[in-house]
């Protein structure tokens, strides 16, 4: 058991402990008696024990991480994880198109004889399972590899039978290296586009294409580094985000699994095996701060909210993309407008009150400078005509008597009544309030009369 096993008997009363599969020896020191004491503990996690973790005494010797694109089973085994979120923090959900095993078929080709074959693969990359190629040729006995990745060739009795028969097995892929996007870095971008065009596919400009790394344990003198595998999942439908939304709870889309255009081996050099899987379940799932809103209208202190997605990434399933937010009755625009209307109406009616008052005290003073400027010219007689004769009637109030002819054309204006005091003390004579009139001007229809009569002076 090493030494260690030694280690852990003289502190464990001389007894072997054996720790479960995932956890490690680990040595520490007792603060209170300063001896060393031997745990199990488990490591981090996303890490597995290594094969010699009896030998190792820190998480840093005993542990180590899985790669990118895996996940840890029990600490023991790094696995192909179906939801993986990469280190720019694109998230992927490939549970679905990695529940199944597929199988494609290569190009037909025949032998010099005109003997029809064609390469078969078979690709799983669902934890725990294998797919199994077969070799049925070989005087009649029959024997099978299993792999994450195989080929096999499929050759037929002839051109018209359809019996087939099984031949030269090959593994592709034996374990998972990684799973990375393509914009994982710089220098990784670069050589993934040129190994795209190489075979036949466009571009990855935008980034989003995950790319599964596979490598096998056996090797050759063509491939001292073993064969390579590579499994390319590309968004299905990027041109059309709109449509791939509708059918993103569409389970059944497995998408179509595809050799590269311009090697129908599925392999340019002999080595490296590529890949294309493109579905619309292979599109990143949209992170909360890609989705752009739009506002609808607000009504009733509500309104509808719309979600869309980017381009580049698929609504999460069960998703809501409408919501309903409160809302003020007035946006701030609003409430910005009513206070400049409200601010300029309030400004007019306080001009329109000051010059009010202003054209009130206006008024006011030229109406007193008219009074004034009237009163002094005001004349206390009036002239009387050649044919006019002075008299007095019994009111004490002169008249002026003229013709008839004359006092055709005359007004008489009102004056001012005096009260008459009664002539006989004796009998009382109720005081008259009569009203106080201005002198009577009597004016002709023409402009040619414009003497004032004295005061106290009536027409006869």
């Given at each position: 058991?090493?030494?260690?096993g030694?280690v ?11 720790c479960?599969?995932g956890l490690?020896?680990e040595?520490r020191?007792n603060?209170?008696?300063h001896?060393e004491v031997i745990?199990?503990?488990a490591c ?6 290594v094969s010699d973790a009896?030998?190792a005494?820190?998480v ?7 790669e ?6 029990n ?14 923090g694109?998230?992927?959900n490939?549970?679905n198109?990695l529940?199944r095993?597929r ?5 037909k ?10 390469y078969e693969?078979?690709?799983?990359l669902?934890?725990g399972d294998h797919?199994?190629c ?6 009649g006995v029959s024997?099978?590899?299993?792999s994450?990745i ?13 019996n087939k028969?099984?031949t030269?097995?090959?593994r592709?892929a034996?374990?998972?290296?990684k799973a990375i996007?393509?914009n994982?870095?710089k220098?990784f ?5 040129a190994?795209l065009?190489r ?6 400009d935008i980034?989003?294409?995950?790319h599964y790394?596979?490598?096998t ?10 064969r390579?595998s ?5 968004c299905g439908?990027a041109?059309?985000m709109w449509?791939?939304n509708l059918?993103?709870?569409?389970t ?7 050799l590269?255009?311009a090697c129908?081996?599925g ?7 590529h890949?294309?899987?493109t ?5 990143p799932?949209?992170?909360p701060a890609?989705?752009k809103?739009f506002?609808?209208?607000c009504?009733y202190?509500?309104r509808?909210?719309y979600?869309t997605?980017?381009?580049?990434c698929?609504?999460p399933r069960g998703?809501?993309t ?10 701030a625009?609003?409430?910005?407008a009513l206070?400049l ?5 309030l400004?007019?009616?306080f001009v ?5 008052r202003r ?10 400078l008219i ?8 004349p206390?007689s009036c002239a ?5 004769e ?7 109030r002169?008249?002026v008597?003229r ?10 204006e009102p004056?001012s009544?005096?009260p008459v005091?009664?002539i006989?003390?004796v009998?009382?004579?109720p005081k008259?309030?009569l009203?106080?009139l201005?002198p009577i001007?009597?004016?002709k229809?023409?402009d040619?009369d414009?003497?004032?009569l004295p005061e106290?002076e009536?027409?006869?």
């Amino acid at each position: 058991m090493s030494r260690y096993g030694d280690v852990s008997l003289s502190f464990m009363e001389r007894r072997c402990v054996t720790c479960p599969p995932g956890l490690f020896y680990e040595s520490r020191l007792n603060e209170t008696t300063h001896q060393e004491v031997i745990n199990c503990t488990a490591c981090p996690i996303n890490t597995i024990v290594v094969s010699d973790a009896h030998a190792a005494r820190s998480v840093p010797e005993a542990c180590i991480p899985c790669e990118p694109g895996t996940k840890a089973i029990n600490h023991s085994v790094c696995v192909i994880d179906t939801m993986p979120t990469t280190t720019n923090g694109m998230f992927y959900n490939l549970t679905n198109l990695l529940s199944r095993n597929r199988t494609i078929e290569g190009t037909k080709l025949f032998t010099s004889s005109g003997l029809p074959y064609q390469y078969e693969y078979h690709l799983t990359l669902n934890y725990g399972d294998h797919v199994r190629c077969l070799d049925t040729l070989n005087n009649g006995v029959s024997y099978a590899i299993e792999s994450l990745i195989c080929r096999h060739t499929t050759v037929r009795e002839s051109t018209i039978s359809e019996n087939k028969f099984y031949t030269q097995p090959l593994r592709l892929a034996d374990r998972l290296i990684k799973a990375i996007p393509t914009n994982y870095s710089k220098e990784f971008w670069s050589e993934v586009n040129a190994n795209l065009t190489r075979a036949g596919w466009t571009r990855d400009d935008i980034g989003t294409d995950l790319h599964y790394i596979f490598n096998t344990y056996a090797s050759s003198i063509n491939c001292p580094d073993g064969r390579w595998s590579v499994v390319t999942f590309r968004c299905g439908l990027a041109q059309d985000m709109w449509f791939a939304n509708l059918f993103v709870n569409d389970t059944r889309d497995m998408g179509t699994l595809e050799l590269p255009p311009a090697c129908p081996t599925g392999t340019c050099d002999g080595c490296v095996y590529h890949f294309m899987w493109t579905s619309i379940l292979a599109c990143p799932i949209c992170s909360p701060a890609q989705f752009k809103r739009f506002y609808g209208e607000c009504k009733y202190g509500t309104r509808y909210v719309y979600l869309t997605a980017p381009e580049v990434c698929r609504i999460p399933r069960g998703m809501q993309t409408r919501e309903i937010q409160p809302c003020p009755l007035l946006t701030a625009g609003q409430y910005v407008a009513l206070f400049l209307t409200l601010s300029i109406i309030l400004i007019l009616g306080f001009v329109i009150f000051i010059c009010h008052r202003r054209n009130k005290k206006l008024e006011y003073k030229y109406m007193k400078l008219i009074q004034s400027q009237e009163g002094r010219g005001q004349p206390t007689s009036c002239a009387l005509d050649e044919h006019e004769e002075d008299s007095v009637d019994s009111f004490g109030r002169r008249s002026v008597q003229r013709s008839s002819k004359t006092n055709a054309n005359m007004q008489l204006e009102p004056t001012s009544v005096t009260p008459v005091k009664a002539i006989n003390p004796v009998i009382p004579v109720p005081k008259l309030q009569l009203p106080i009139l201005g002198p009577i001007l009597f004016k002709k229809n023409d402009d040619q009369d414009r003497q004032p009569l004295p005061e106290n002076e009536v027409i006869g």
